[in-house]
């Protein structure tokens, strides 16, 4: 099993800038992605940006060059650094855990992100 904890949300104006952390604990070995999504009212849940354990990135279109994943693997800790927020951003953020090599995955208990002014 794998516990995500994450910290970070909260309210900013349009233009501001927020970190997200992810801080996994449990059984952490092997190949692993981590990353975030978010879910807006109304929507499903979408990708945002993913890092694997290799420091592999990957980010949705919406969010690339707004957004920075990056980790640190001595201590189990994924984050997202937001910059450039708009309303659309608007959502609950959730980390997540991928297992490469038995395909289990994780997910934190969510986040909230409210952008406006």
């Known amino acids: 099993q794998v516990q995500l904890v994450e910290s970070g949300g909260g309210l900013v104006q349009p233009g501001g800038s927020l970190r997200l952390s992810c801080a996994a604990s449990?059984?952490?070995?092997?190949?692993?992605?981590m990353g975030w999504y978010r879910q807006a009212p109304g929507k499903g849940r979408e990708l945002v940006a993913t890092?694997?354990?290799?420091?592999?990135?990957n980010y949705a279109a919406s969010v690339k060059g707004r957004f920075t994943i990056s980790r640190d693997n001595a201590k189990n800790t994924a984050y997202l650094q937001m910059n450039s927020l708009k309303p659309e951003d608007t959502a609950i953020y959730y980390c997540?855990?991928?297992?490469?090599?038995?395909?289990?995955?994780?997910w934190g208990q969510g986040t909230q992100v409210t952008v406006s002014s």
């Open positions: 997540y855990y991928l297992r490469i090599m038995t395909e289990n995955h994780y």
């Open positions: 890092i694997s354990s290799s420091g592999g990135t």
């Open positions: 449990g059984s952490i070995f092997g190949a692993n992605v």
